[in-house]
């Protein structure tokens, strides 16, 4: 019987280094931004490998929590928190002018104005895209379906302390006769 190699394990790898493990056996990783349910910006946070690896470095929210960034946070901590507080203040601007606005927008009704299908925050990103305000679906809190047409006030949410409020007018298609007809 031939001698067959086995396969070379993952860390033995040239260039390939292990993740620092926390007392929990999650991956250490410094914040570079605040993440919602996990941590301020700045906080080392123990995570499962999979939201780190998938996720949180990818997007650049965080970094491996070496003992070189941990110092390096240490001697910028003062900028940082001015960075934060120059960025909270851009954020309470912007919910003051969204708080000044109104969208429209058009969706196929019955006559009843029931929509034939539903308004998402999608939906509400776009048009508020439309007036220049980059949002994400996720800032958008929507308290349920908006399936019938009308005015909803929709909260978003820009930072944990930051919420505004957006007023949504959902009206029929202006040619929503000639389509069923």
């Given at each position: 019987?031939p001698?067959?190699k086995?396969?070379?394990r993952?860390?033995?790898?040239k260039g390939?280094k292990?993740?620092?493990?926390g007392?929990n056996g999650g991956i250490?990783?410094?914040l570079i ?6 941590g301020k910006q700045?906080?080392?946070v123990e995570?499962?490998p999979?939201h ?7 997007q650049?929210?965080?970094t491996l929590?070496t ?7 240490e001697?910028h ?9 120059t960025r ?10 969204l708080?000044k606005q109104s969208?429209t927008?058009?969706?196929?009704a ?12 999608i ?18 809190r929507l ?6 047409v009308g005015?909803y006030?929709v909260?978003v ?5 930051i919420?505004s ?15 069923l007809?």
């Open positions: 019987m001698h067959v086995a396969k070379k993952r860390s033995s790898v390939f292990r993740l620092p493990r007392a250490e990783l410094l931004q605040s993440v919602d349910h996990l700045g906080d080392v995570v499962r999979g780190a690896l998938n996720y949180l470095i990818p650049g929210l965080a929590a003992d070189h960034h941990k110092r390096m946070v001697k901590k003062e900028k940082l928190v001015a960075i934060e507080k909270l203040r851009h954020l309470n601007d912007m919910a003051a002018e708080s969208v927008i058009e969706s196929n019955n006559d009843e104005g029931q929509l034939y299908g539903s308004v998402t925050a939906d509400i990103v776009a048009a508020l895209k439309a007036l220049n305000f980059d949002l994400t679906r996720d800032q958008i308290e349920g379906v908006l399936k019938e005015l006030t909260k949410r820009l930072h944990n302390d919420e409020e957006v007023k949504v007018w959902v009206v029929p298609t202006a040619n929503a006769d000639a389509d007809s």
